[in-house]
């Protein structure tokens, strides 16, 4: 074989190398891992109802306030009565250990005695907002509200009910 057959066998050699070598610049890939957490479910339970003890309306309307924290007082025409029964909604909050979650209080309820009602707004919250469940994955939340009495108000017992959310953030 001369030089020149050799010099063109080589590049003919070259020219099969370098095609594939060349395509290798073209493009390009990678790989990446999927990853997912499978959380506790939250949840939520009543462990306590909400009671604003004994009312006394007078002749002017008036509210009944029950803090998150426990404390009440009343304005307008509405006296304090009987505080044997006085608790604020208590609820054990449960989920992921350390998690924080929101709380959605609702705007109002209607509590009745036959037909009659008052109304309960203002609703409060310790947490306020946002709670932490703690390293055990609970937490307890209280809540309070006010309580709506109408001038001469009819006596009664009166019973309703009203809903908390919580959620992940």
């Known amino acids: 074989m001369t030089l ?7 590049a003919c050699t070259l020219g099969l190398v370098s095609t594939p070598a060349l395509a290798d610049f073209n493009s390009a890939s990678a790989s990446s891992d999927a990853n997912a957490t499978v959380q506790t479910a939250i949840g939520i ?3 306590a109802a909400l009671n604003f003890g004994g009312v006394v309306a007078g002749g002017t309307t008036g509210t009944v306030v029950l803090t998150a924290g426990g404390s009440r007082s009343s304005t ?3 006296t304090l009565g009987s505080s ?3 608790s604020v909604a208590s609820f054990t909050v449960t989920g992921d250990a350390n998690a924080t ?3 959605t209080l609702p705007a109002s309820t209607s509590i009745t005695s036959g ?3 008052m109304t309960v ?3 409060t919250s310790n947490p306020s907002g946002t709670g932490t469940l703690n390293g055990s994955g609970s937490q307890t939340l209280s ?6 009495v109408g001038a001469s108000q009819a006596a009664g017992s009166y019973t309703g009910s009203f809903s908390v959310s919580v959620a992940y953030n």
């Open 4 to 10: 020149r057959e050799s010099l063109i066998a080589f």
């Open 121 to 123: 707004d203002t609703f």
């Open 76 to 78: 307008g025409g509405t």
């Open 143 to 148: 809540v309070g509200a006010t309580l709506n």
């Open 115 to 117: 037909a009659n009602s």
């Open 101 to 103: 979650y929101g709380i």
């Open 84 to 86: 044997s029964s006085v």
């Open 45 to 47: 339970s009543n462990t």
